[in-house]
């Protein structure tokens, strides 16, 4: 029995075994059976989705919405967001270039599965969210890191991307803001970047699923620059933003020459969103967003509490992040192994933290926290997290 065992084993498909677990997963487990653990380490709003937008998505299930939706999506929901991603972008934007996926995540699988042949090169800024490097696996390609660096923000420099671009070079992916250093693209950078991508002719994957929660300047995307919306794919989500995770529901939007075959994936691979999360979504996008605009709000102050909490405490140095609810502070002056610091927060002080180097190389010495709790835990995480570095004072 081991021998067939063995054998069989042998069948998994060799990209898929070289996958391993993400270490955000197998830290979040590890905290999951201790009492009185804070847990900072998963990036998903402590806020429930409000009820107007459960009222309205079951009053729609009650009307008959739990058959199949069209593959592309739910059709009110796709003429919405063509009038308002239109309305945002100032680009023309119909519902036939529109997707509708399970979260963002599904958008990028479908978009990556869609462009990749074997061994194509996909250009990602580190530090990067750890599942871009699974996905671009799984459909065949491969990652190119572009590493970026505390001392300068984690801002990626146009001049480091345009020295890894080689003939295999296909997709640029960003993520602004970013996931998990808060970095959010200026203009200026913005303006390079594109530049690059028309001269290299590069196809773009723009994740932008916290473009909501920006706390300094204002969001802009890479698509308004000109030529690039023929060579960009937008992807966003509706759980950052609405609180709605678990209702798995994102969208994206590119040109007319690729979205048909993206469409023709997400068809194959999910036939489509579950109908009642689209509800849901159509729902949130209708009401008055003065509450979504006070969750953020509510980020805003959590992490301008972090930053500040962070920036008093000997050996470390946090830039103070311009978006999403992450902070990426740099711990090296306390422990050069961001591994040993996050396990040994978790083992001593019951704080969940996720180590830097689970995000790339450009990451080691930092570790990510997410502001995902409310002010009193946070201040409480600051409390532990204060008495662990303050014990390892070189």
Not at 238 to 258: E, H, I, N, Q
Not at 308 to 322: N, V, Y
Request: glycine share 8%; charged share 20%; net charge negative.
């Amino acid at each position: 029995m081991l021998h067939l065992y063995s054998t069989m084993e042998s069948k998994i498909c060799s990209r898929i075994k070289s996958l391993q677990f993400s270490v955000i997963r197998e830290m979040s487990q590890r905290a999951a059976g201790m009492d009185d653990c804070i847990s900072l380490g998963i990036g998903e709003p402590d806020f429930d989705t409000p009820d107007q937008v459960i009222t309205q998505a079951m009053q729609d299930v009650r009307n008959g919405y739990t058959h199949y939706a069209p593959a592309q999506g739910d059709l009110e929901l796709l003429d919405f967001l063509s009038s308002q991603l239109s309305e945002e972008t100032g680009l023309s934007i119909p519902a036939s270039r529109i997707v509708v996926t399970p979260g963002g995540m599904g958008a990028l699988s479908a978009t990556l599965q869609t462009v990749l042949e074997p061994g194509d090169e996909v250009l990602i800024p580190e530090p990067y969210f750890p599942s871009y490097n699974a996905h671009v696996i799984m459909a065949g390609g491969k990652v190119i890191p572009v590493p970026t660096h505390f001392q300068t923000g984690f801002t990626l420099r146009p001049e480091d991307l345009a020295q890894r671009i080689t003939d295999k070079s296909k997709v640029l992916l960003l993520n602004s803001p970013n996931n998990p250093t808060g970095n959010v693209l200026d203009s200026e950078t913005l303006d390079q970047i594109a530049r690059i991508a028309r001269d290299r002719e590069l196809i773009v994957l723009s994740d932008e699923v916290y473009d909501r929660m920006v706390f300094e300047g204002r969001f802009e995307s890479i698509v308004t620059r000109p030529g690039m919306a023929e060579q960009t794919v937008v992807i966003k989500s509706c759980s950052k933003t609405f609180a709605m995770t678990g209702w798995r529901v994102g969208y994206a939007f590119g040109p007319d020459w690729l979205m048909p075959d993206v469409i023709k994936v997400v068809n194959y691979a999910t036939t489509c969103v579950n109908s009642p999360g689209q509800r849901a979504a159509l729902a949130a996008l209708r009401m008055d967003q003065s509450p979504f605009i006070a969750m953020s709000e509510s980020f805003q102050r959590r992490v301008g509490l972090l930053w500040k909490r962070l920036d008093q405490m000997s050996g470390i140095r946090c830039h103070r992040p311009a978006g999403s609810f992450y902070l990426f502070p740099e711990i090296s002056g306390v422990d050069l192994d961001s591994t040993r610091f996050a396990q040994s927060l978790l083992e001593e002080e019951r704080v969940l933290v996720i180590p830097g180097a689970a995000f790339g190389p450009s990451g080691e010495g930092c570790v990510r926290i997410a502001g995902t709790v409310d002010e009193e835990q946070l201040e409480k995480a600051m409390d532990r997290l204060q008495r662990f570095v303050h014990s390892r004072a070189k």
